[in-house]
């Protein structure tokens, strides 16, 4: 009897995986920097084209960062529910083809494999045994044809929340120097600069990238970003004034 190879206690504490599809990580990261760098820029356009430590800074920062998180939000809500709908439409009508035609399903299962490099008739038998059970069979087949876990689907709720919150948080970087009575814009640029670099840093984490190269990159589109719209503020303020 030929026993079942095991792997290795080495191998298996080592090789782990991050969740990559848990509809969370990327409208946590893009409402953080979108809330820092759009909150940033707009303080900063405030600040060109009005008397620096104005009252009109702070209420335009308040409004910027509510607008700005409530809009995310629904966004996000919006685009990953009919994301998850969509996903949901082409699993039904994988779900109808197998009940309708489940040898050509079957079939079709069997030629994915062999198109992979499985040997023609292992091929057929793995399709076989997946067939056995139409919930099994059906999640194969969603997997290779769609490319998505049907147990697995990005939750709206989760990534209308993450958008939220983490814009907030950001936008409320550049703000939080005048809540403190700062009468000028040198506090923020500096406070957001540091925390636009420290953010690309960390995303580097869950990224292939240095952490330098990913904080100075986000530092340098910031900067730019915050730079022309104070630019802006000065042509444009001081006529409207």
């Known amino acids: 009897?030929?026993?079942t190879p095991e792997v290795s206690a080495e191998?298996?504490?080592?090789?782990?995986?991050r969740d990559v599809n848990g509809g969370w990580l990327r409208p946590a990261v893009f409402g953080a920097m979108d809330g820092l760098v759009s909150n940033f820029a707009l303080i900063a356009g405030m600040d060109g084209g009005t008397s620096s430590g104005?009252?009109?800074?702070v209420l335009a920062g308040l409004a910027g960062l509510a607008a700005g998180a409530f809009s995310m939000a629904a966004g996000e809500y919006t685009s990953v529910a009919s994301q998850r709908e969509l996903a949901r439409a082409e699993i039904e009508v994988e779900r109808a083809e197998i009940k309708k035609h489940p040898l050509d399903e079957e079939i079709e299962l069997a030629e994915t494999y062999r198109a992979k490099g499985l040997d023609p008739d292992l091929a057929s038998k793995v399709a076989k045994q997946f067939h056995a059970d139409p919930d099994q069979a059906l999640e194969e087949h969603v997997r290779e044809e769609l490319g998505i876990d049907p147990g697995d689907l990005p939750n709206?709720?989760?990534?209308?929340?993450?958008s939220f919150i983490c814009f907030a948080i950001g936008a409320l970087i550049p703000l939080a120097p005048y809540l403190f009575g700062a009468g000028s814009v040198i506090p923020s640029l500096i406070l957001s600069?540091?925390?636009l670099f420290v953010c690309g840093a960390v995303v580097s984490r869950v990224t292939s990238r240095s952490w330098w190269y990913s904080g100075l990159r986000q530092l340098l589109l910031g900067a730019a970003a915050a730079g022309l719209t104070y630019f802006v503020g000065t042509l444009v303020g001081p006529g409207i004034g």
């Open 193 to 195: 600069l540091t925390a």
């Open 1 to 3: 009897m030929t026993e």
């Open 11 to 17: 191998h298996h504490g080592d090789h782990t995986h």
């Open 54 to 57: 104005s009252k009109f800074i």
């Open 156 to 162: 709206p709720v989760v990534a209308a929340a993450s």
